[in-house]
Nanobody, 123 residues
Framework: QVQLAESGGGLVQAGGSLRLSCAGS????????MAWFRQAPGKEREFVAT????????YYADSVKGRFTISRDNAKNMVFLQMNSLKPEDTAVYYC????????????????WGQGTQVTVSS
């Protein structure tokens, strides 16, 4: 079973960049669809980006398209989220998730979650 741990969150000014990392363990990591979700205070958890097991396919929420890039390194069991041109509305706890079929972006479809990392964007 895959286990996940996020890192890389922090405080950044609007327009800045952050790179989130998700370290995975378990034999099935390299064959798992991976995704990033986020949850702002008082709001539901929302989909951000997903990547297929090979890294050959990616899909983004409209709100981050063109600003965020998801990638993975299966040799190191890592998934990344490069976030550029950050906005105050990007402030949230960001979660790494595994286990859904590629293309299914419902949070309920992902079986495994990390503990989350806080991203705060100041205006």
């Amino acid at each position: 079973q895959v286990q996940l741990a996020e890192s890389g969150g922090g405080l950044v000014q609007a327009g800045g960049s952050l790179r989130l990392s998700c370290a995975g363990s378990g034999r099935t990591f390299s064959t798992s669809t991976m995704a990033w979700f986020r949850q702002a205070p008082g709001k539901e958890r929302e989909f951000v980006a997903t990547i297929s097991w090979s890294g050959g396919s990616t899909y983004y929420a409209d709100s981050v398209k063109g600003r965020f890039t998801i990638s993975r390194d299966n040799a190191k069991n890592m998934v990344f989220l490069q976030m550029n041109s950050l906005k105050p509305e990007d402030t949230a706890v960001y979660y790494c998730a595994a286990g859904a079929s590629y293309g299914d972006v419902r949070s309920t479809s992902f079986r495994t979650w990390g503990q989350g990392t806080q991203v705060t964007v100041s205006s």
